[in-house]
């Protein structure tokens, strides 16, 4: 089991990357970037050694800790990927209505996408200039944004779809945009109640893991216990 813990953990390691792929997440680089995930040599040495206690006291334990030390690295990938997503999701409805409001007053769609990227934060913000930033060195603004879907997730392909067509076939911008800023509040709206609706799911848990049986115990203890006849004296 250790060894077979140092063997599939040192492959996690040698891997030279992992098939997610994160844009702007941190700050203004590459248009794409692999999240790698290294694991030093003492990670290996402390994961073997887990195992090895585990397994001495309850085999089926050593088992499950390689399991979550080899599925760790991935589960955080993917953690990371979905919060990469939802600030995507969050910040579309804004980022449209500013490109919206810089095409009404005059600017071309590469000003309105600099105004965006300059005057907004978070992944879809630095994506955008990204794309801009490539048309310096000879890129076509359609075709460096068509690479957004793949790194930003699905919710912006409708909004690089009218983009793309304003570039690549003069498209009028604005009508489309105001179009596309009412859906994306609308799906905004529509995200808020659905996560309203899960969070009355959720709160059950704290209510019958922690408060039913604390009920329980202050109420239903003290009439049971009562019931039976006492010692006698």
Same mark, same amino acid.
């Given at each position: 089991?250790?060894?077979?813990?140092?063997?599939?953990?040192?492959?996690?390691?040698?891997?030279?990357?992992?098939?997610?792929?994160?844009?702007?997440? @941190?700050?203004? #680089?590459?248009?794409?970037?692999?999240?790698?995930?290294?694991?030093?040599?003492? &990670? !290996? =040495?402390?994961?073997?050694?887990?195992?090895?206690?585990?397994? $001495?006291? /309850?085999?089926?334990? #050593?088992?499950?800790?390689?399991? =979550?030390?080899?599925?760790?690295? /991935?589960?955080?990938?993917?953690?990371?990927? $979905?919060?990469?997503?939802?600030?995507?999701?969050?910040?579309?409805?804004?980022?449209?209505?500013?490109?919206?409001? @810089?095409?009404?007053?005059?600017?071309?769609?590469?000003?309105? !996408?600099?105004?965006?990227?300059?005057?907004?934060?978070?992944?879809?913000?630095?994506?955008?200039?990204?794309? =801009?930033?490539?048309?310096?060195?000879?890129?076509?603004?359609?075709?460096?944004?068509?690479?957004?879907?793949?790194? !930003?997730?699905?919710?912006?392909?409708? /909004?690089? $779809?009218?983009?793309?067509?304003?570039?690549?076939?003069?498209?009028?911008?604005?009508?489309?945009?105001?179009?596309?800023?009412?859906?994306?509040?609308?799906?905004?709206?529509?995200?808020?109640?659905?996560?309203?609706?899960?969070?009355?799911?959720?709160?059950?848990?704290?209510?019958?893991?922690?408060?039913?049986?604390?009920?329980?115990?202050? &109420? =239903?203890?003290?009439?049971?216990?009562?019931?039976?006849?006492?010692?006698?004296?």
């Amino acid at each position: 089991l250790a060894w077979g813990a140092v063997g599939c953990a040192g492959g996690v390691a040698a891997r030279p990357e992992v098939a997610v792929r994160m844009s702007g997440l @941190a700050s203004v #680089g590459a248009p794409t970037r692999s999240l790698r995930l290294p694991m030093s040599p003492r &990670t !290996l =040495v402390w994961v073997a050694l887990a195992v090895l206690a585990s397994a $001495a006291v /309850f085999p089926p334990a #050593g088992l499950c800790v390689l399991a =979550v030390a080899v599925a760790r690295p /991935f589960l955080r990938v993917r953690k990371q990927r $979905a919060l990469l997503l939802a600030s995507v999701e969050r910040d579309l409805a804004d980022v449209v209505a500013l490109i919206g409001l @810089a095409v009404s007053a005059g600017c071309n769609l590469t000003g309105a !996408l600099e105004v965006a990227s300059v005057h907004t934060g978070g992944p879809l913000a630095n994506a955008l200039g990204l794309s =801009v930033a490539t048309t310096h060195r000879g890129r076509r603004l359609a075709d460096a944004l068509e690479d957004l879907p793949a790194q !930003l997730g699905e919710s912006v392909r409708a /909004f690089v $779809a009218a983009l793309v067509s304003c570039d690549r076939y003069g498209a009028a911008l604005g009508p489309t945009l105001d179009r596309l800023a009412a859906d994306v509040r609308t799906s905004s709206r529509q995200r808020a109640e659905a996560e309203a609706r899960r969070l009355t799911v959720r709160l059950l848990f704290p209510l019958v893991v922690c408060i039913l049986p604390a009920f329980a115990v202050l &109420t =239903v203890a003290p009439l049971i216990a009562g019931s039976f006849p006492g010692p006698g004296i």
